[in-house]
């Protein structure tokens, strides 16, 4: 995996360089930091000639803390250090486009890239969604669920989707009876993730599990979405990561795969 991260120098810039770090010991890769200094802001400044000198020292300042983050935690880990100048946001489109990193991870400042950016955007911190159904198995990965949320400093949204379009009019009591149990499952993961110390909220969807996890997505500003992998199995959910995952073009945000059931 290539991360494009974007640093800006403040604590959560700083936490998304921890993070790819992280992701890049895990699935090796390489890395590029970029820093991009925006002059225009020191046109006709009040403050003098010497205000976007004093921010230029500022940003070599910033850019060398990162460089000691790299170097005191990453070993053995290719990274490259950009600086550049311009609009930033611009810039972080640019170099997106033309290194096609498999992610980007960037401060919630620079949450409108994910309208343009055609790659895997990030935010640190930001909002991680965890679709949900009665099998209980995003609730077996507890652990990783709280490493991407605590890593990220990112609060979780438990998403339930009742697949109400497998059940008939005179299946009324077993479609009560899925959401019952969708619903206990979300409570019990969230009570469980509340006692980790992790933020959570929840949602009820009902409707076909891709399209409402996509919407959710989106109505949510979403960072990442943690998805299971196969199982042995079969469920409405993880068929919808089978349909996620091969609709490519639908999907806009980072996808992590949850360890099934089965493997924990």
Not at 112 to 129: E, H, N, S, W
Request: glycine fraction near 4%.
């Amino acid at each position: 995996m290539n991360i494009l991260v974007v640093y800006d120098g403040t604590l959560h810039a700083k936490k998304a360089l921890l993070y790819g770090l992280k992701k890049i010991r895990e699935a090796s890769g390489e890395m590029t930091v970029l820093q991009v200094f925006d002059p225009r802001p020191f046109i006709d400044y009040d403050a003098g000639p010497q205000a976007e000198e004093m921010a230029r020292k500022e940003a070599s300042k910033s850019l060398a803390e990162a460089r000691k983050i790299v170097n005191d935690q990453a070993t053995r880990i290719a990274v490259r250090f950009i600086s550049d100048e311009g609009d930033a946001a611009q810039k972080v489109l640019e170099y997106a486009e033309a290194e096609q990193p498999g992610l980007v991870l960037a401060p919630p400042r620079y949450r409108d890239l994910a309208k343009t950016l055609t790659r895997p955007l990030t935010l640190v911190p930001g909002t991680i969604l965890v679709p949900m159904d009665n099998t209980g198995s995003p609730a077996a990965s507890v652990d990783r669920i709280v490493y991407e949320a605590e890593s990220t400093g990112s609060k979780i949204l438990l998403l339930g989707v009742v697949p109400v379009h497998l059940y008939s009019r005179e299946e009324k009591k077993d479609l009560e009876r899925v959401k019952k149990e969708i619903i206990a499952a979300i409570k019990k993961l969230k009570k469980t993730l509340a006692e980790k110390g992790i933020a959570v909220s929840e949602i009820v969807r009902s409707g076909y599990p891709d399209e409402e996890i996509l919407k959710v997505a989106s109505e949510h500003a979403v960072s990442l979405i943690l998805l299971p992998s196969g199982s042995t199995v079969p469920s409405e959910l993880s068929k919808a990561t089978a349909i996620i995952l091969e609709e490519s073009e639908r999907l806009k945000w980072p996808v992590f795969l949850l360890p099934s059931a089965d493997a924990v």
